[in-house]
């Protein structure tokens, strides 16, 4: 099992960087693909960005293609979301994720992702 917490949110204008930190404990992260979900009030989770074990793939939403990047320090047991050139629209709350997911077409699936953390808001204002 491993335990997965997020930092780094809060609010930015429009135009603005945030990153996001997923710190993992307990069983090793680097077993694990991670992803970041968001979810706004009255939306649906969804996927933001992800990555495999190694960081040989990632995956990214159109909607933050070349703006956002993710990373991982496995030495660190740790995630990031590099989140430029932010719009009012990114404005949710930030989940962190970790899970096995056997097969990178899935990776964007919040089902195939077992551990979760509380969420960090990211607020984007105009």
């Known amino acids: 099992q491993v335990q997965v917490v997020e930092s780094g949110g809060g609010l930015v204008q429009a135009g603005g960087s945030l990153r996001l930190s997923c710190a993992a404990s307990g069983r090793t992260s680097s077993r694990y693909v991670m992803g970041w979900f968001r979810q706004a009030p009255g939306n649906e989770r969804e996927c933001v960005a992800a990555i495999s074990r190694s960081a040989g793939s990632t995956y990214y939403a159109d909607s933050v293609k070349g703006r956002f990047t993710i990373s991982r320090d496995n030495a660190k047991n740790t995630v990031y979301l590099q989140m430029n050139s932010l719009k009012p629209e990114d404005t949710a709350v930030y989940y962190c994720?970790?899970?096995?997911?056997?097969?990178?077409?899935?990776?964007?699936?919040?089902?195939?992702?077992?551990?979760w953390g509380q969420g960090t808001q990211v607020t984007v204002s105009s």
């Open positions: 994720a970790a899970g096995i997911v056997p097969y990178v077409s899935r990776i964007h699936l919040s089902n195939e992702y077992a551990y």
